[in-house]
């Protein structure tokens, strides 16, 4: 029988403390459970677990359930767990079966691990998108056909309303004249008055449409 300072740990916890079953049900939850997901620890210890995760998650949770089940260690497992209102929340998990056959589980919102982690995976393909580019030298003639796909990736991954090619030339005192633009990307950006004018397109926000010249 649990102590009573093992029961507060178990209820008042900051992470998601939880003892499930070996047939795929939550025994008991800890209170954060509740505070996270909005469901009562009865709501979630009713049905099969796998009723709250994501359709796309059901395979690897039940792969990682027979891995405990062999006695198997769960250290870094993710899925994502239905909320209340329907949106579904990144939990990463630790678990162990113990000797009376259930598993002890605790878990973690990691919301914020996953931003992080795309927040990474776009900038790596931002550089790849560059590095591919860099890795093929191209005539002038071609230049715009050969940056259109790693421009484009540069663009979708940070939500930029527009980006393209300016055409330079140096001057007497050689220093960079813009004498064109070629707009890969979102082509009502700019029009050919603009051009002649002081702006041009660049990689912007999406609440922005040009930069001044200076």
Not at 154 to 166: E, K, N, S
Not at 174 to 199: C, F, H, K, S, Y
Request: charged letters at 20%.
């Amino acid at each position: 029988m649990a102590s009573h300072s093992e029961s507060d740990f178990f209820n008042t916890a900051p992470i998601l403390t939880s003892i499930a079953s070996s047939e795929g049900f939550l025994v008991k939850v800890g209170g954060s459970w509740e505070a996270l997901t909005g469901w009562t620890a009865a709501e979630l210890t009713s049905v099969p677990f796998f009723d709250f995760v994501h359709p796309d998650d059901v395979e690897s949770t039940g792969l990682e359930l027979a891995l405990l089940n062999a006695g198997e260690e769960t250290a870094g497992f993710r899925n994502r767990y239905r909320k209340l209102d329907g949106n579904y929340v990144p939990l990463q998990w630790h678990a162990r079966k113990a000797e009376d056959g259930n598993i002890y589980a605790v878990a973690w919102d990691a919301t914020d691990l996953v931003a992080a982690e795309t927040a990474i995976l776009k900038e790596q393909l931002v550089l790849k998108a560059i590095a591919e580019f860099l890795a093929n030298s191209v005539s002038s003639q071609g230049l715009s056909k050969s940056l259109s796909p790693a421009l484009e990736v540069v663009a979708a991954v940070t939500g930029a309303a527009g980006v393209g090619v300016m055409t330079c030339e140096l001057d007497e005192r050689g220093r960079p004249t813009l004498v064109g633009v070629q707009n890969l990307r979102a082509p009502d950006l700019i029009d050919a008055g603009e051009i002649a004018g002081n702006t041009f397109p660049a990689l912007l926000p999406k609440d922005q449409g040009s930069l001044p010249i200076t």
